[in-house]
């Protein structure tokens, strides 16, 4: 008995492990062109995870967020890494996601969240803050979103462009002002940028459709009209 739950824990580490670092195709706003990267980066270029495998078998498979006083928990199981937005959630139920994008029997939708920055993503970053600008808005916090299928322990992106997909982004309590419109920007490889308006009521949150596959996500705040 022992054993079998030492080999369970060694087979559940590297499944975690292979998740958050096999490559992904990274943002590269600017130059209309995509590259591999590795795990939390999404500069554009081949780079390292500094994620250790204690860290990735910490890394929460699920999420929630509290909407118009109800806990929503995300429908969709993933490696859910951002330190800058409470609670990314999503809604569409995942049997839809998967009958809408043609999921084959064993796979599953899986997605990753996890949060991006100038140094690691400049290019979509650029991007997000034009957008941001043009719009007379503040960025909140930027992430990158992969939503794609887990098959056979290897993940896989979703086509971009498909069926839509709800999420729910909470917002960082001290971002919370009165007043204040907010949404979220997304910016997809090749450098096509979205302003995705939000769809509740509740001040704490936004939630918005979107679409599969790797996008870089800003939630940002303007002055309401």
Same mark, same amino acid.
């Given at each position: 008995?022992i054993?079998?739950?030492f080999m ?6 590297a ?7 096999? %490559?992904? #195709?990274g943002v590269s706003?600017?130059s209309?062109?995509? @590259? $591999?990267?590795?795990?939390? !980066?999404a500069s554009?270029? *081949? ?23 109800q ?29 809408n994008?043609?999921l084959?029997?064993?796979?599953? %939708?899986? #997605?990753?969240?996890y949060?991006i920055?100038?140094?690691? @993503? $400049?290019a979509?970053?650029t !991007?997000?803050?034009?957008? *941001? ?6 960025v ?5 979103v992969?939503?794609?299928k887990l ?6 992106l979703l086509?971009?462009?498909g069926?839509p ?6 917002i960082p309590?001290n971002?919370?002002?009165?007043g204040y419109?907010?949404?979220?920007i ?5 450098g096509?940028?979205?302003?995705l ?5 509740d001040?704490?949150?936004?939630t ?7 996008g870089?996500? *800003?939630?940002?705040?303007y002055?309401?009209?």
């Amino acid at each position: 008995m022992i054993k079998n739950k030492f080999m369970k824990r060694v087979l559940t580490t590297a499944l975690a492990l292979s998740l958050v670092m096999a %490559p992904v #195709v990274g943002v590269s706003a600017s130059s209309g062109s995509s @590259s $591999p990267v590795s795990g939390n !980066s999404a500069s554009g270029t *081949a780079s390292s995870t500094s994620v250790s495998t204690a860290e990735a078998v910490e890394i929460p498979t699920t999420s929630s967020v509290t909407v118009n006083g109800q806990v929503l928990t995300t429908t969709v199981k993933g490696a859910y890494m951002s330190k800058t937005v409470p609670g990314t959630v999503v809604m569409t139920a995942a049997d839809t996601i998967a009958a809408n994008y043609g999921l084959e029997a064993g796979e599953q %939708p899986y #997605v990753r969240i996890y949060d991006i920055n100038e140094d690691n @993503s $400049p290019a979509a970053l650029t !991007s997000i803050n034009a957008a *941001a600008d043009a719009i007379g808005g503040t960025v909140v916090a930027t992430v990158n979103v992969e939503l794609g299928k887990l098959g056979g322990g290897k993940f896989a992106l979703l086509a971009q462009g498909g069926a839509p997909i709800t999420m729910v982004f909470g917002i960082p309590r001290n971002m919370v002002n009165a007043g204040y419109t907010y949404a979220m920007i997304c910016v997809r490889p090749g450098g096509a940028v979205e302003i995705l308006p939000d769809q509740d009521l509740d001040p704490n949150t936004v939630t918005f459709a979107t679409t599969g596959g790797l996008g870089a996500y *800003a939630l940002v705040m303007y002055p309401a009209a």
